[in-house]
């Protein structure tokens, strides 16, 4: 039976202090394993646009260690995350299923009708997650920076924004939160190692304002600690940034460096290039500010590699890096089965195994997984949804897969190399009123929004503005000759062959999954 997060309240171990409180690492790892099976590191970044790295094709940024390190390896052009949305996103590279397996939807949803994904596919007891899978592999797990799978009604004790952080009860009652949810989020997942939690986005914290800034450095220092400790055995560490979603991370480049969601730090880490050189060096190189945010992660990210020289670990480590959503379009795209949500930035390097490549080949976000497990020869019994890439950056084979699966809110996809199918599909309560008033309801089955804009109907991220097609319920795009997803064929004759294709192929990938989806299942 599976425990809420508050019945996982009761039962932790007081441990209030900034201190850490992992669990030990395993045990079973050797200095003769580690260094015959490869270490792997999964750097995760935070709405990140292929504008935001010079690799990708960016102008205005400086990331030479991203560049270099996408250079030296496998460049994935046609990666394309399955949920593109924060929650849902992280759902896929904690467990290598498809969001819509979240036992949460499940409990919310009635099975005979479309789930709606978006923050809400969870990790609960009982779901099984690569850091579960690695135990008694061999390996020891880490997991430093953003998590964002979890229930924000656990957080127990609530801040005013403009508290005082230094008032030792505001104080106390910010550091019992992070310990709190780090004991949970640390049961619920199973990681050997956790340290420098953000447990959610800045805003959902129950933080006071001054307390909501990004803190990269000391995301770096548990990483680089984490290796320090485990350096003698294999090892999968996951790093997700906070950033560069927001808030601006430019502001927190300029703030206390000793600010963390744990409270005051008594020093600023001092573990990767400092902030003030990031500023110097984006204005030398004639670039803007916001450059400097980028240059943050990727000062971090040459921290890591100083760190894996230092202990000889180069050679034998795999670096995954991707980011959780938004591609092009400068991420209006977020939150929608479009290419500026799923098709996102994301390279493989493993000098020990892989040339430097720009793949083409259909990869999805459930693929990482299943990589990493064959990279260190890991095995499971627990079901997943991809296929490791392995082969495909190997060149064994230059196919991985004919299509990949999308889906979030009320909307699911398939896309293959030329074409993609978009399918919104209500629930039965509005259903109806949907079908006989067609452009009434958005892709999040609302009617209206919450913000400035309020009364008027719109896409959260402004996705309307750019595909005149958002408000069909059927949208087919021919990717080869409209990459910006601009002409809808769904309703074309000439392509009505095409369309029941695509039809098909996205009616296999709803058929196994929980929930109803139209005439899909």
Known sequence: MRLSLLKHLALLTPCFALSACSSPPNAMGSDTIGTQRPNVIMIYTDDMNFKDAAVFGGKEVMTPTIDRLANEGARLDRYY????????????????????????????????????????????????????????????????????????????????LDDDPRDPEVAARIAKNYQDMKSIIQQLTGFDYMESLYYNNLHAMALPAEMQQHNQEWVTQSALEFIDQNHGKPFYLYMATTTPHGPPPVASMKSDPRITPAGFLDQAPQVQASRDSAFIRVKQAGLPESAAVMLWIDDAIQALLDKLEHHDLLDNTMIIFASDHSGKNGGRGKMTNYEGGVNT??????????????????????????????????????????????????????????????????????????????????P??????????????????????????????????????????????????????????????????????????????????????????????
């Open 81 to 160: 995350v399955s949920s593109p949305v924060c929650t849902p996103s992280r759902y896929n590279l904690l467990t290598g299923r498809y969001a819509s397996y979240s036992s949460t939807l499940l409990e919310r949803y009635p099975t005979s009708e479309p789930a709606f994904l978006r923050w809400n596919t969870h990790i609960e007891e009982g779901e099984n997650t690569i850091a579960e899978m690695f135990q008694n592999s061999g390996y020891v797990t880490g997991f430093v920076g953003k998590y964002h799978n979890f229930e924000n009604e656990a957080i127990q004790l609530h801040n005013e």
């Open 345 to 426: 930035p994301a390279f493989v390097w493993w000098p020990k195994k892989i040339s430097p490549q720009q793949v083409d080949g259909l990869v999805s976000s459930v693929d990482i997984v299943p990589t990493i497990l064959d990279a260190t020869g890991v095995s499971t019994e627990q079901p997943l949804d991809g296929q490791s890439m392995l082969p495909l950056l190997t060149g064994q084979t230059d196919q991985l897969r004919d299509d990949a699966y999308l889906e979030i809110t009320y909307t699911r996809g398939v896309v293959t190399d030329r074409w993609k199918y978009i399918a919104v599909r209500f």
């Open 428 to 521: 039965s309560d509005i259903r109806d009123d949907a079908r006989q008033n067609p452009g009434k309801y958005n892709q999040e089955g609302l009617t209206q929004t919450t913000d400035a804009l309020a009364g008027t109907l719109r896409s959260r991220y402004r996705a309307h503005e750019l595909h005149p097609g958002y408000f069909d319920f059927d949208q087919l795009y021919d990717l080869q000759n409209d990459p910006d997803e601009r002409h809808n064929l769904a309703n074309d004759p000439a392509y009505a062959d095409v369309l029941a294709e695509m039809k098909a192929r996205l009616k296999q990938h709803v058929a196994p999954l929980p929930h109803a989806f139209g005439e899909f299942k």
